[in-house]
């Protein structure tokens, strides 16, 4: 039996006429309509669940959930979704403010690979701070869980969305895809590897921005030219070299394929390379192997655009400014924000002229912060430019604050060790040593120890990954079946 029509709380406001003005004075972020037209909130008494394969049922945890460390409570509002080992629910806390809070069961944490995982997911998600991706608030625990809470996304995501439209303008596509871009371009900048962009994890803010999710299969890259060797994604998104070139490993282009993927999607329906054959659609990417429906018209330039994306070769791919940078964007009509009445059809954009549509552009992408002038190169540590005493006291500084940290890191995810000292580690800052000399081997910093930790589970001198070792947990209509290569919580940090 197929699942009930999924409504969301703001699907049924109405369309704004005034929309995607060009702002005067001081204008709001992207995405936020007049305030003379804004819609209360609404709730609904049965929250949109996303599909779900969860192999073992966690335990709800209790109806007000209290983190005694900050003595706060928050009550459980209702559930958002689920997985094998985690639930999110939407939480309300003391004085009304509603989160997202991730709950993971302590009993699936009793392994040094778990705790690990956890670790990573945390580090990795709390020192990202961009409008476009969901904000990370903290983490606590109790006698039976952890929990992480997280910033609430009031529209759901751009699957839920897909799955009510069927479809997506290209302008809508154009003001999501500006959005994503910008947050991948973060990422990228700050050493991080999302590998897991679909749909189902671009979120939807209460003024219809997107926030990127879920950094369970993230990585960082800490030196330049590393490369990743683990096979893991979601199928229908998943780059080629992840799969075919695990000898030569993979890096940040496994995002911008992801990039190409979703943009395809979003104007046509449906991913590229969608067959229910899992196998066929590894076949059908090795070999590059899509087309556009010719009864799902879309633009020249955006067909275009999606071909230099999905280029086999990861380095003849466009660069994300590239992308953003790309006629299709350019000369096409963007407009300043979604209504939620795009929930139930299409917005009517044919009012906004070409002087408005560059000044949206130009504000999406300033707010994106992927003008010029804000971008950040990757940001690999070098040594202070000193004087030698000077330099010296300060790398002393770094090798002294290195060892605390792997000392903590060490300790926090043995079996036995308790869960608070887990969390403690985890919040603080990540600390990255600056280069050895050449020719010499300084202490391992901590990425190096997770990456051990990670590898300890694979057999030493295992060949080349084949398309087996992949296993597929659950299966959506237009993300597919996500693919990771071990069990557990599947956070990683690779």
């Given at each position: 039996?197929?699942?009930?029509?999924?409504?969301?709380?703001?699907?049924?406001?109405?369309?704004?006429?005034?929309?995607?003005?060009?702002?005067?004075?001081?204008?709001?972020?992207?995405?936020?309509?007049?305030?003379?037209?804004?819609?209360?909130?609404?709730?609904?008494?049965?929250?949109?669940?996303?599909?779900?394969?969860?192999?073992?049922?966690?335990?709800?945890?209790?109806?007000?959930?209290?983190?005694?460390?900050?003595?706060?409570e928050f009550v459980r509002v209702g559930m958002?979704?689920?997985?094998?080992?985690?639930r999110v629910y939407e939480v309300q806390d003391a004085r009304g403010r509603r989160s997202?809070?991730?709950?993971?069961?302590?009993?699936?944490?009793?392994?040094?690979?778990?705790?690990?995982?956890?670790?990573?997911?945390?580090?990795?998600?709390?020192?990202?701070?961009?409008?476009?991706?969901?904000?990370?608030?903290?983490?606590?625990?109790?006698?039976?869980?952890?929990?992480?809470?997280?910033?609430?996304?009031?529209?759901?995501?751009?699957?839920?969305?897909?799955?009510?439209?069927?479809?997506?303008?290209?302008?809508?596509?154009?003001?999501?895809?500006?959005?994503?871009?910008?947050?991948?371009?973060?990422?990228?900048?700050?050493?991080?590897?999302?590998?897991?962009?679909?749909?189902?994890?671009?979120?939807?803010?209460?003024?219809?921005?997107?926030?990127?999710?879920?950094?369970?299969?993230?990585?960082?890259?800490?030196?330049?030219?590393?490369?990743?060797?683990?096979?893991?994604?979601?199928?229908?998104?998943?780059?080629?070299?992840?799969?075919?070139?695990?000898?030569?490993?993979?890096?940040?282009?496994?995002?911008?394929?992801?990039?190409?993927?979703?943009?395809?999607?979003?104007?046509?329906?449906?991913?590229?390379?969608?067959?229910?054959?899992?196998?066929?659609?590894?076949?059908?990417?090795?070999?590059?192997?899509?087309?556009?429906?010719?009864?799902?018209?879309?633009?020249?330039?955006?067909?275009?655009?999606?071909?230099?994306?999905?280029?086999?070769?990861?380095?003849?791919?466009?660069?994300?400014?590239?992308?953003?940078?790309?006629?299709?964007?350019?000369?096409?009509?963007?407009?300043?924000?979604?209504?939620?009445?795009?929930?139930?059809?299409?917005?009517?954009?044919?009012?906004?002229?070409?002087?408005?549509?560059?000044?949206?552009?130009?504000?999406?992408?300033?707010?994106?912060?992927?003008?010029?002038?804000?971008?950040?190169?990757?940001?690999?540590?070098?040594?202070?430019?000193?004087?030698?005493?000077?330099?010296?006291?300060?790398?002393?500084?770094?090798?002294?604050?290195?060892?605390?940290?792997?000392?903590?890191?060490?300790?926090?995810?043995?079996?036995?060790?308790?869960?608070?000292?887990?969390?403690?580690?985890?919040?603080?800052?990540?600390?990255?040593?600056?280069?050895?000399?050449?020719?010499?081997?300084?202490?391992?910093?901590?990425?190096?120890?997770?990456?051990?930790?990670?590898?300890?589970?694979?057999?030493?001198?295992?060949?080349?990954?084949?398309?087996?070792?992949?296993?597929?947990?659950?299966?959506?209509?237009?993300?597919?079946?996500?693919?990771?290569?071990?069990?557990?919580?599947?956070?990683?940090?690779?």
């Amino acid at each position: 039996m197929p699942p009930p029509p999924r409504r969301h709380p703001l699907a049924s406001a109405a369309n704004h006429y005034a929309v995607n003005q060009v702002p005067r004075h001081h204008a709001p972020p992207p995405g936020t309509p007049p305030k003379q037209q804004e819609q209360p909130i609404k709730k609904s008494s049965s929250p949109p669940l996303p599909r779900q394969n969860a192999k073992v049922t966690p335990p709800s945890p209790p109806k007000i959930i209290t983190d005694k460390a900050r003595a706060l409570e928050f009550v459980r509002v209702g559930m958002l979704g689920e997985g094998g080992f985690a639930r999110v629910y939407e939480v309300q806390d003391a004085r009304g403010r509603r989160s997202a809070c991730k709950v993971v069961t302590k009993s699936s944490l009793k392994t040094k690979k778990a705790k690990t995982k956890l670790y990573a997911e945390i580090k990795i998600h709390k020192s990202l701070d961009h409008p476009n991706i969901v904000r990370f608030q903290d983490c606590f625990e109790d006698d039976d869980n952890v929990y992480m809470t997280l910033e609430l996304c009031h529209n759901g995501s751009l699957m839920d969305m897909l799955r009510r439209r069927k479809r997506f303008t290209e302008p809508e596509a154009r003001f999501f895809m500006v959005q994503l871009i910008g947050a991948c371009h973060y990422m990228h900048t700050h050493q991080v590897i999302h590998r897991d962009l679909k749909l189902g994890n671009i979120f939807l803010d209460r003024n219809m921005n997107v926030k990127v999710g879920d950094f369970g299969l993230a990585a960082l890259i800490e030196n330049p030219g590393e490369r990743k060797k683990t096979i893991c994604g979601t199928p229908n998104y998943i780059a080629p070299e992840v799969l075919f070139d695990t000898a030569n490993g993979h890096s940040f282009e496994v995002d911008t394929w992801s990039i190409g993927v979703i943009l395809y999607t979003l104007v046509v329906g449906r991913p590229p390379f969608q067959t229910k054959d899992v196998k066929a659609i590894y076949q059908r990417i090795r070999d590059n192997v899509y087309e556009f429906p010719a009864d799902r018209v879309v633009s020249q330039l955006v067909q275009e655009l999606i071909q230099q994306i999905l280029t086999p070769d990861p380095q003849q791919r466009p660069t994300l400014h590239e992308i953003v940078d790309h006629a299709w964007f350019t000369t096409g009509t963007v407009p300043g924000y979604i209504p939620t009445s795009a929930h139930d059809a299409p917005p009517d954009f044919r009012h906004i002229a070409r002087h408005m549509s560059e000044a949206n552009l130009a504000r999406l992408r300033r707010y994106a912060l992927l003008d010029e002038d804000q971008s950040t190169s990757i940001a690999v540590p070098s040594a202070p430019a000193s004087n030698a005493s000077t330099t010296g006291l300060k790398n002393r500084g770094v090798t002294s604050s290195l060892a605390q940290q792997e000392k903590e890191f060490q300790k926090a995810v043995q079996p036995g060790s308790p869960i608070s000292a887990l969390l403690s580690s985890a919040r603080q800052p990540l600390i990255v040593a600056p280069p050895a000399p050449s020719g010499t081997r300084g202490e391992q910093p901590l990425l190096r120890k997770l990456q051990a930790a990670k590898d300890s589970v694979k057999s030493p001198g295992r060949p080349r990954p084949g398309l087996q070792d992949i296993v597929e947990e659950h299966e959506d209509e237009y993300d597919g079946p996500r693919t990771r290569q071990c069990d557990g919580l599947g956070l990683r940090w690779r």
